[in-house]
């Protein structure tokens, strides 16, 4: 149990951070329970329109940093100050670049909205530059092997959030605009007490050194970081242009609940790539084989329980004006389950150094995902996205595998657990 509480060694910082999803989860399920009920699909699709650029043009123009601040963290920490330092500065600059962005962007990406939300949407994209930041301290966190911090910083957010929409919620304020400034604003206290914690432990001081160190990683697995991120928020910016705002809100529910899934794989990638990081090839292996037989097996189970579910749940947990979206739903759990076996395979490459390839692997998902929405979903609709998701990802998921044995001349992964993945055997002290 102390091992447990401290996160230490991995499997034990492994089924911490499984636990703080499944609360983050928990949370969330009552943030999206609240917003829908009270906003209805079309409150719910503005909300997710307004969200959705400080994040994505954040993490999309991030240049790599923040993984690479944890692989260097890993192989040089003598080096702390320098590449702290170095971070500091870049989240800084590349935060500015996003505001900027957004701030010219979105006019013209809400075009089907109205001057309220457009003029919304650009005053909060300064926001990018706390969460380009707050992504730096996430990567401090796990280079350091400070997961204990990491996860209550993680929880804190959600649950500010929560809280913020129930006071709304409870004294009739709660519209999509006060909505999305709960969702902006619930991260910034863990934001502030995570760089001051940085700042009582260490004095960043940047080097040209550690500008090229960071960089060097960076920009190899930016590839992978920009095509991660465009995946995972490629649909939603495709049907920006397809639905209107309450079949955008229909599907975010769907997607969000479908979603849930990802928290086994979270728990086991927030771990996997800073543990691994820096091993052989075979200790990587062997890392993840239990990690993605494990998770992939949970997530299969708890996929079909919900699918049998899934029409029943949107009823019950959002009302019957989201029972609509049950078809997609079910697309979008088979999508979440290729996703995170997907990504766990991608966090073992990149442990052993070969960002590239994992980049060209998110190209190809990528790639082939919004080909297949820009045709599905102007004639198929809410399914014709999911379906264009669940291919794009298996197409990823095959290619991952069979990096492996092509490239790395080793044996896949296992998809499915042993016995003695889920009952290890007592190590000798």
Same mark, same amino acid.
């Given at each position: ?79 702390? $100050? ?51 930041? *707050? ?55 863990? #934001? ?13 001081? !940047? ?6 160190? /960071? ?47 990802? *928290? ?46 899934? $029409? ?19 697309? /979008? ?21 070969? $960002? ?11 790639? *082939? ?23 794009? #990802? ?17 044996? !896949? $992964? ?16």
């Amino acid at each position: 149990m102390r091992a447990l509480l401290a996160g230490r060694p991995a499997l034990a910082a492994s089924l911490q951070s499984l636990a703080t999803n499944l609360a983050i989860l928990a949370v969330n399920v009552a943030t999206g329970l609240l917003t829908a009920r009270v906003l209805g699909p079309d409150g719910r699709g503005r909300l997710a329109a307004m969200l959705l650029w400080p994040q994505f043009l954040a993490y999309g123009l991030n240049l790599g940093v923040p993984r690479a601040l944890t692989f260097q963290l890993r192989n040089r920490p003598q080096e702390e $100050p320098g590449l702290m330092g170095a971070a500091l500065w870049l989240s800084l600059l590349l935060g500015l670049v996003a505001s900027a962005s957004g701030i010219f962007l979105i006019p013209e990406a809400l075009h089907a909205y109205s001057q309220a939300d457009v003029r919304f949407a650009q005053a909060v994209m300064p926001l990018a530059i706390a969460v380009l930041l *707050s992504s730096i301290l996430t990567s401090w966190q796990q280079g350091k092997g400070d997961f204990r911090r990491l996860n209550l910083s993680r929880y804190s957010a959600p649950l500010l959030t929560l809280a913020g929409l129930v006071g709304l919620a409870l004294t009739g304020h709660l519209g999509a605009r006060s909505a999305a400034l709960c969702y902006l604003f619930g991260s910034l206290p863990a #934001t502030a007490w995570n760089l001051r914690s940085l700042l009582g432990q260490l004095r960043p001081r !940047p080097r040209r050194t550690s500008f090229s160190a /960071l960089l060097h990683y960076g920009i190899r697995s930016y590839g992978a970081d920009l095509l991660g991120t465009l995946g995972s928020q490629l649909d939603r910016l495709l049907v920006l242009g397809f639905l209107d705002p309450r079949e955008l809100g229909l599907y975010v529910v769907s997607q969000n609940l479908a979603r849930l899934l990802g *928290s086994l794989e979270g728990a086991a990638s927030l771990v996997l790539f800073p543990r691994a990081s820096g091993r052989s090839t075979d200790e990587v292996l062997g890392m993840t084989d239990r990690a993605l037989s494990v998770t992939n097996a949970a997530a299969l189970l708890a996929a079909a329980l919900l699918a049998l579910a899934g $029409p029943a749940a949107l009823s019950l947990l959002y009302g019957n004006r989201f029972a609509a979206a049950s078809a997609v739903f079910r697309l /979008l759990l088979l999508e979440a389950v290729l996703a995170g076996a997907a990504n766990l395979m991608g966090q073992a490459l990149l442990a052993v150094n070969r $960002p590239g390839v994992v980049t060209l692997l998110s190209g190809l998902s990528v790639g *082939s995902s919004a080909l297949l929405l820009l045709w599905l979903v102007p004639t198929d609709g809410l399914v014709g996205a999911g379906l264009a998701l669940a291919a794009g #990802t298996g197409m990823r998921l095959l290619a991952s595998y069979l990096c492996f044995p092509l490239l790395l001349r080793c044996r !896949p $992964p296992r998809l499915l657990p042993r016995r003695s993945d889920l009952f290890p055997a007592r190590q000798p002290r």
